[in-house]
């Protein structure tokens, strides 16, 4: 039932990262017990470490053919979120960051017009 909610969830979407880096001290993450889930539990950031906000990252175009503003234009869920996280791992090259300096990430899913 889930599964068939999502999937028309695909017009558009965003994603807003929180990176980080120390200077002097560590970054602590608490994972959940006895898992190698890649979601923690909590992290804990230093008040000296320097954070870095990256926001506004939208899918690029999947299919220049398809009609413009169409959810084909975009690709489904699955093309955008990897059109997606390969911006963010850009943007985040350029910092000299990487996915692994991640400690939060938001995304937004907004259904097509009708969907």
Same mark, same amino acid.
């Given at each position: 039932?889930?599964?068939?909610?999502? #999937?028309? *969830?695909?017009?558009?979407? =965003?994603l807003?990262?929180?990176?980080?880096?120390?200077?002097? =001290? +560590?970054?602590?993450?608490?994972? %959940?017990?006895?898992? @190698?889930?890649?979601? *923690?539990? $909590?992290? +804990?950031?230093?008040? @000296?470490? !320097?954070?870095?906000? %990256?926001s506004?990252?939208?899918?690029?175009?999947? @299919?220049?053919?398809?009609?413009?503003?169409?959810?084909?234009?975009?690709? @489904?869920?699955?093309?955008? !979120? $990897? =059109?997606? *996280?390969? =911006? &963010? +791992?850009?943007?985040?090259?350029? %910092?000299?960051?990487d996915?692994?300096?991640v &400690?939060?990430?938001? #995304?937004?899913?907004? $259904?097509?017009?009708g969907?």
């Open positions: 039932m889930i599964r068939k909610f999502i #999937a028309p *969830l695909a017009a558009v979407a =965003s807003m990262t929180t990176s980080v880096y120390a200077q002097g =001290s +560590e970054v602590v993450r608490h994972g %959940l017990p006895d898992s @190698d889930f890649p979601i *923690l539990q $909590a992290v +804990e950031v230093p008040a @000296d470490a !320097t954070l870095v906000y %990256l506004g990252t939208v899918p690029t175009v999947a @299919d220049e053919t398809a009609e413009k503003g169409s959810p084909e234009y975009f690709g @489904d869920t699955a093309v955008q !979120t $990897a =059109s997606v *996280l390969a =911006s &963010i +791992e850009e943007k985040l090259a350029g %910092l000299d960051l996915m692994g300096d &400690i939060k990430m938001q #995304a937004y899913l907004v $259904a097509p017009e969907g």
